[in-house]
């Protein structure tokens, strides 16, 4: 398995690979298209040996806050650290850009999302609702948070 930059040719892939994880709330495939374009985003794509995209993460990797806006890893994939490899690139991509802190946004109950985001020292911050949903801001430091990286 090897992380990479998605590129324009990922979108139908990344589009249902959104959907295998996120159902009715996938992103429709022109925000795929946009984020894949727009200069300012990034898409890690997980690719295994065979060539199958198992997992993408999006990111907005900038000084001081980064923000991580989407992480999924295809249902048959999960459990084999493509999680963990894509949210370590992430991370180290932030630091590379002297980001001071990784913020992203989870659902309260989405215990697997939750437990591999504090296993690399994201903390809640606050929780919230939207659209009847509750969820939590986490937040990474990376200024204090440098040596307990896996
Ligand atoms: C959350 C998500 C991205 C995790 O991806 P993943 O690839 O399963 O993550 P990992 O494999 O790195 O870690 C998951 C578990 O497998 C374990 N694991 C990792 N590699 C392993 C291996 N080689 N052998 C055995 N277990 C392993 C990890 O320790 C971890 O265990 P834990 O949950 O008890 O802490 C995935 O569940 C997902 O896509 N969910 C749906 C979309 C979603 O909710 N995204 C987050 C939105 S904020």
Do not use: K
């Not at 490899?85 to 109950?109: K, P």
Request: proline content about 5%; hydrophobic content about 45%; glycine content about 8%.
């Amino acid at each position: 398995m090897t992380t990479r930059p998605g590129t324009a040719a990922d979108v139908a892939a990344l589009a249902a690979l959104d959907a295998a994880c996120f159902g009715a709330r996938r992103w429709p495939r022109e925000a795929w298209e946009e984020v894949i374009l727009h200069p300012a985003w990034l898409t890690l794509v997980a690719e295994t040996a065979g060539g199958e995209l198992a997992g993408a993460a999006v990111l907005l990797c900038q000084r001081p806050v980064s923000s991580l806006a989407s992480l999924a890893v295809a249902p048959a994939w999960r459990g084999c650290g493509i999680g963990s490899a894509l949210l370590n690139d992430c991370i180290l991509r932030c630091r590379g850009a002297c980001a001071n802190e990784v913020v992203l946004e989870v659902d309260e109950d989405n215990e697997p999302a939750m437990r591999l985001y504090r296993r690399f020292g994201f903390r809640p911050r606050r929780g919230f609702e939207d659209e009847g949903i509750r969820r939590v801001e986490m937040t990474l430091t990376l200024s204090e948070s440098g040596r307990r990286l896996p």
